[in-house]
């Protein structure tokens, strides 16, 4: 874990919210730097994975963050693993970043008591239509 340095960080980078108390948005939330303004960031909140719900985007001191590298995007899913069986959910919630999806499955094993996984989705598969042909003879 490293905490931001105000001139370490620059808009466009994006940071993750540490466990400080000081907002509605909770440990692991997401934010992509605006602007800076000693000693404020002006941030904005990435709402896709629940973390940052009810927050407002706007400055917040820049010690209340960490730095994170840039998200690797892709589709996660969290997945529980229920006597040696991977259990989803009839309709699984998708984050879009890595860091999301950890910091939701912490929450979820922490309030649940149980083991669960990100898995993210690395190759999509499908059948290409087949075009049929009519002969029509005369």
Not at 33 to 60: C, S, T
Not at 87 to 101: G, H, I, N, S
Not at 104 to 130: Q, R
Request: charged letters at 30%; proline letters at 5%.
């Amino acid at each position: 874990m490293t905490y931001c340095n105000y001139y370490g960080q620059e808009p466009g980078e994006y940071v993750m919210l540490r466990d400080t108390g000081r907002t509605r948005a909770k440990a692991g939330a997401i934010g992509k730097i605006v602007e800076k303004r000693y000693p404020f960031f002006k941030i904005e909140w990435q709402h896709d994975n629940g973390l940052a719900e009810g927050q407002m985007d706007g400055n917040y001191r820049y010690d209340a963050f960490e730095t994170m590298k840039q998200p690797d995007k892709g589709d996660y899913i969290i997945v529980l693993k229920k006597d040696d069986q991977y259990q989803p959910a009839e309709r699984p919630r998708v984050y879009v970043t890595e860091a999301q999806a950890m910091a939701v499955a912490s929450l979820m094993s922490k309030k649940h008591d149980g083991e669960f996984f990100v898995f993210k989705a690395v190759a999509a598969v499908y059948v290409p239509p087949v075009q049929q042909t009519v002969k029509r003879f005369v």
